[in-house]
T-cell receptor
Framework: AQSVTQLDSQVPVFEEAPVELRCNYS??????LFWYVQYPNQGLQLLLK??????LVKGINGFEAEFNKSQTSFHLRKPSVHISDTAEYFC????????????FGDGTTLTVKP | EAQVTQNPRYLITVTGKKLTVTCSQN?????MSWYRQDPGLGLRQIYY???????DKGDVPEGYKVSRKEKRNFPLILESPSPNQTSLYFC???????????????FGPGTRLTVL
């Protein structure tokens, strides 16, 4: 079984400030990890993913995430946010032994204030 | 244009009346999946399909059926809908399963279902 915990349901931040959205996972096997973004009234879009190799993963829109196996975490970061980053962000995990099955976290709403 | 389409986009129905939500992709993707999104619960996977005639349960399959008779279509069937199936449903597809390089999961626009 696998699970995902997004530690913050809402994160308010001012424009141009740095932000970190936290994600912890649990799985009995090795996993793939993903971050998705959902803008209001839209579907989800992949931000970045960790499959293997370097633990620091860079994605679209200036986001990056670091896979920490010992802490079972995959936190998402951006050094300077924009108003347009206001959205809901989802962390997701798939087991390497059953990559078709995906488990998502409950989501973190990022609100960027001017 | 490469896309995942869902129909209908909005549906209000009554308890027990069978319904089908269609999902179609024009990208020749092998992998397709259905999710439901509820406030505070994120997305939960209902069913997924790694290829034609291959389907598997996600985390919340109860009350739903799917079929994958052809690569492009993956309909979601509610044989006897109940109010607790009121939700926002997303279909998604990708060339292969999520754990592959150069392989992004594309999401449809969503279907908002209300069961009275």
């Amino acid at each position: 079984a696998q699970s995902v915990t997004q530690l913050d349901s809402q994160v308010p931040v001012f424009e141009e400030a740095p932000v970190e959205l936290r994600c912890n996972y649990s799985s009995s096997v090795s996993v793939y990890l993903f971050w998705y973004v959902q803008y209001p009234n839209q579907g989800l879009q992949l931000l970045l993913k960790y499959l293997s190799g370097s633990t620091l993963v860079k994605g679209i829109n200036g986001f990056e995430a670091e896979f920490n196996k010992s802490q079972t975490s995959f936190h998402l970061r951006k050094p300077s946010v924009h108003i347009s980053d206001t959205a809901e962000y989802f962390c997701a995990v798939s087991a390497r032994t059953n990559a078709g099955k995906s488990t998502f976290g409950d989501g973190t709403t990022l609100t960027v204030k001017p | 244009e490469a896309q995942v389409t869902q129909n209908p986009r909005y549906l209000i129905t009554v308890t027990g009346k069978k319904l089908t939500v269609t999902c179609s992709q024009n990208m020749n993707h092998e992998y397709m999946s259905w999710y439901r999104q509820d406030p505070g619960l994120g997305l939960r996977q209902i069913y997924y399909s790694m290829n034609v005639e291959v389907t598997d349960k996600g985390d919340v399959p109860e009350g739903y059926k799917v079929s994958r008779k052809e690569k492009r279509n993956f309909p979601l069937i509610l044989e006897s809908p109940s109010p607790n199936q009121t939700s926002l449903y997303f279909c998604a597809s990708s060339l292969y399963g999520p754990g592959q390089n150069n392989n992004e999961q594309f999401f449809g626009p969503g279907t908002r279902l209300t069961v009275l």
